[in-house]
């Protein structure tokens, strides 16, 4: 399975799919430059207006919830009514749905015009979207991700969607199959967007590859968390050429460095 | 006019003109720094109630539509009233208009405050502009730039307008004059915000001489894509790290490397 | 005093207090990534529907007007709301109030809510707070220092609020006591941001500090300039690469460097 992994790497390099993003401001350069490294074509908007007709020439929806504004809630239920009608997937990041109740009220909106094929969240998000007691800060979880596995497959069996949940380890599954990444580096954590980035990159790789998004989205994560630990090997603890090499790493990112450094375990 | 083209370079340092920027949030800090870059003062207003005062006070006002807001659409509007009754050149960049026909209609609507002393696009969108067929994908243009000469000088009569358009060779006419800038390289299109960075540029070139237009948009565009080289000579191939040092490029380059490294022909 | 500051900046590390951001979209992203590398926990949060539940969970409110949107001008009201009911400190950047009379409207209408701790600005800012004559050119001072450590003085007696005033030298001020910090280079003025990331620094130091907060404002600014300094040693005059430094050199900053370079002027 690892082999079609990194052959919906590649494919995101030769179709170059349009990743239409609604997504916060704090991270949206960040995720723009990281589809771009990794062979996407990004292209953030949100004014109702536009997202109604852009929706429908994207290859993928990205959904980030990190500094939603009452216009981009909006955008993000014309956007979602488009992509239904046109069968375009949806990748959803609920940042700290755990803390601020108000988006998982605009999740739920959201399914009320459109499925959602993939709902990627770090520790404590996921852990709060299945009703388990959980431990954030702010956007950042300080929750420990022993027992993800069972949690992350009734919650993907109960919501009919794709759950990825990041962290130390990070766990993919569509409710029936499970994959465990290990691949990463502790300085994700040191610098803002990490988690924006790799749910660009997972929308980047599920729109090239839509017939499978379980499989694209193990890609997304594999091919962001190698880049990561690449760019830590160079960094020397600096979270500043952290952030500059990383876009770096992902751009040079072959077929074969997944092949060979991907720590991926199937359940 | 080499010659005069280096010397509006100088006069941006000297000048530090006040460039009132409307932009997109995705690149808006990589345009405030380019413009520091430059010798230029930023100043990014587009709450209404902020706009009208503020536009008064600027040497030039940069519109730039990529991720329009309805703030932003009534906040352009009361600013170029404002320009229009000071006599402020107005630059705009139509992001993806041919994609997302709504900006059109929000670019005639600003014609009725303000006209525009330079519509600066890519290709596609100069194209689309023009009513010829066009092909983008999202933000990006796909369309080769074969015949934007006579596209452009038409396009500048009908307007009345000075039109840039960019790509590998950029095209620059006042519908009388012509130049065409050579410098650039392919890393740009693996960022995001060239094309928003260089249109601040142009701004502050325009905002320093606001009596040689078209002399200053040139100029602009030489400096960007001559900063643009040399980053790339010092990037290795890597988006990251050319990305830093194109501000690092910009700010170092004087009126002698205009002189000696740019090249253009003048139709 | 400095030995206190110390253990203030090793306070931020250890408690990792949560700042609530309010903050202009052209330099989110590095206030984001600096508080980050001062070991605090940013969450930039501006929907009122969010805004007033978050601030409760903050150890300190960062406010900064630099691009004011109605929808935060909505957060921040009741954020302070908040923040006033749960005893949070409120650090108020007043970006250009000068220039831009709307925003010292938009301050008049917090403080209605909410005291401030402290208000922070460059000189030229705090000047047209105090209601003297000042020169400014958009966000940027062009005012000399001289006379501050007095005008300051008076506007912290007269607000009751801790007055911070940045420059070559930075006056800081409780009304009472005053201390000037001598740290610094020239380097800040060439990036978009100095001010907005040296604002969340300072808050972060209350957030952690709240019941000294005239020594954390020294200690943040101490920690951020010194920083600068370290930076700017390292980038050899560019901007772009000091801009990176700067991240890297706050993160790796220890008391002990602080004791060994600081330049306070205890007055």
Redesign the interface.
Known sequence: MLKQCTEIWELVDKK?P?V?CIT???????V??IL??AGA???????P??AE??AA??SALYVNL??????QQAGIMVACKTTAANNIPVILDPV?CG?????VQVMKQMRQYAPLTLIKGNTAEIKSLAGEETRA????SLDSGEGMEQICMNLARQESTIIASTGPTDVITDGRRCALVKNGTPLF?????AGCMVGGVTAACIGAAPEEPWLATITGLLAFTLAGERAAADADN????F??????HL??LKKEDLLKEARVEWL
């Open positions: 170059r349009l239409h916060n401001y704090v991270t949206v350069n960040d723009a430059n771009l490294s074509s990004p292209a953030m908007i949100d004014h207006e536009e007709g852009f020439l994207a990190g500094t939603l504004s009452q216009q700290a803390v601020v109740p108000f988006r800060q702010g956007v950042d954590e040191k610098i803002t967007g600096r979270p500043g050429a952030h500059l090499h990383l876009f770096d751009y040079t």
